[in-house]
């Protein structure tokens, strides 16, 4: 019996000394074995960071932290001043159970302290590093930041740009310093912090519109790897002709001129709302200004229209629920001017001065009833008329049917004109000394109009760039449901077909709300 007892004891004897052999095992290998990883100081020498490993990874080869988050890793930073240790913290990061490496910390060394940046993959093994924690010590007795002095922050943002840089002085709180073209502000605080990267970019984008009379700014945003990225935006003035073809040669020049600077790989533009970007990296390997130009001219006239439709069906949706009213509304104010150029207004009340009696009509339509709908210029500035639209009875104008009908936009009313049932009509308004035209758009007999827009043909120049010289709406007609609109080139079009002068061809099974370009067809010389 005793010879059975003093076995079992010596069996669990044994058993506890595996377990806590397995247990220090288990300690040193999960908390307390060291690997280092990578050691930096800092310029004078003076400061030491060091970054080591805890234990095993979970998914290393021998041993591994056995926890409830397998997928963390443990980690230590060790900081030195002078040669002492003021600094010891531990920390875990989310690294898929793979070993620390160099690029989980970033390590900024300032002269009041040290920034440890500690790195993670996210949320996925796929994922790229992250920023998850930020360790700032100090090196004060205090272990408290205190602030610098003017010395000290000048020589700080002089080794941190350059010896260009010139302090100007101190303001509110805040040291300027000159740049190259530039003035950048810094605030007393631990990092030091500045606006050097805004002014430094505001400055770019503020030279380029200053050449290209079109405003630019450059919009900060993180990449896929969470850096800091600067996108330029390019203003886009509408829809008007020529802008396509205007602001594709624009976004080309900026390439041209900053992107060897900057290194961004798309450009943005419409306004915040509706912000689209064209994604360059395709084009920068073998750059062709011609290639860019054409993929910048498709893809900014499909999204214009694409917003422009957007904001029309919604405008048409906010008509029919005014309907009941009598009044033609839209989403916009009365007056108000959207991004896409689009305009509303309502009806006229006011009655008809005495003096529009006798205006002549630059152009009229003659109603079946023997009335006719005259557009008459009323007023004059810088060579542009601006129109009213009235009614006439044996040659005389009775009263006003609309006040602005172009709505506010001034030039020379070329045609008015109506479909059968004489509540849907158009007409055309040209400016630009003749040259450029737009056609605007009425459901209720012309007491409201809308400036209605139509696709950019796309047509070759002998560079291999395309273009758009249909830039004058003309006659509209209806066949079979559909309505046919020919488009003209202006006075300074010379674009020929077989030594034919053509005009496009549009097509609208919405009568007239919305285009298609379907080709050219032959038509008169005006000119």
Request: charged share 30%.
């Amino acid at each position: 019996m005793k010879h059975h007892i003093k076995t079992a004891f010596m069996a669990i004897g044994i058993a506890a000394m595996v377990f806590i052999s397995f247990f220090g095992w288990y300690s040193y290998e999960t908390d307390y074995k060291v690997t280092f990883i990578e050691r930096k100081e800092s310029s004078d020498g003076r400061t030491a960071v060091i970054f080591q490993m805890r234990g095993e990874a979970a998914g290393a080869s021998f041993g591994g932290q056995v926890s409830a988050y397998p997928e963390m890793t443990k980690g230590r930073v060790i900081v030195e001043r002078d040669g002492e240790k003021i600094k010891t913290e531990d920390f875990m990061l989310f690294n898929w159970g793979e070993p620390l490496k160099e690029d989980n910390w970033e390590v900024q060394f300032y002269p009041a302290g040290v920034e440890i940046i500690l790195m993670d993959y996210g949320t996925d093994s796929q994922s790229v590093m992250k920023e998850r924690e930020h360790i700032e010590v100090y090196y004060s007795e205090s272990g408290e930041f205190e602030a610098y002095s003017k010395e000290e922050i000048v020589s700080e943002i002089t080794d941190r740009y350059g010896d260009q840089v010139v302090y100007l002085e101190e303001k509110d709180g805040k040291y300027y310093f000159q740049a190259d073209g530039f003035v950048f502000s810094v605030i007393n605080d631990f990092r030091m912090t500045d606006d050097y990267e805004a002014s430094y970019f505001g400055y770019l984008a503020q030279q380029f519109s200053y050449g290209h009379n079109r405003i630019t700014e450059f919009e900060k945003s993180e990449d896929e790897n969470g850096g800091v990225v600067y996108v330029p935006v390019v203003e886009f003035l509408g829809r008007q002709p020529g802008e396509v073809e205007s602001f594709s040669n624009a976004c080309c020049d900026l390439v041209e001129e900053l992107q060897e600077i900057v290194d961004f790989d798309r450009i943005g533009y419409f306004e915040q709302d509706n912000r689209c970007y064209f994604e360059l990296a395709p084009y920068l390997g073998n750059y062709d200004r011609t290639e860019l130009y054409n993929a910048l001219y498709r893809a900014v006239e499909k999204d214009s229209l694409e917003v422009w439709q957007d904001r029309e069906s919604r405008a048409d949706d906010a008509a029919g629920e005014e309907s009941a009213s009598g009044a033609y509304h839209s989403s916009l104010e009365e007056g108000e001017t959207g991004a896409d150029g689009e305009t509303v207004q309502e009806e006229a009340s006011e009655e008809m001065p005495e003096e529009w009696e006798s205006y002549k009509a630059d152009c009229f339509y003659r109603k079946k009833d023997g009335t006719e709908l005259r557009m008459v210029g009323v007023d004059r500035a810088a060579g542009s008329s601006y129109y009213v639209l009235l009614k006439a009875e044996g040659g005389v104008n009775v009263s006003v049917v609309n006040r602005d009908p172009y709505l506010g936009h001034g030039g020379a009313a070329r045609w008015i004109d109506f479909l059968e049932g004489e509540e849907i009509g158009f007409s055309c308004l040209s400016y630009s000394g003749g040259s450029l035209g737009s056609l605007y758009r009425t459901e209720d007999g012309g007491k409201s109009f809308r400036e209605i827009t139509y696709p950019s043909a796309e047509i070759k120049l002998p560079d291999g760039s395309l273009y758009n010289p249909f830039i004058m709406p003309d006659q509209i007609r209806e066949e079979e449901g559909k309505l046919y609109m020919m488009a003209g080139q202006g006075p300074d079009g010379d674009y020929y077909e077989n030594g034919v002068r053509v005009y496009g061809l549009y097509e609208s099974e919405d009568m007239g709300k919305n285009w298609n370009y379907i080709g050219t067809v032959e038509g008169e010389d005006y000119r």
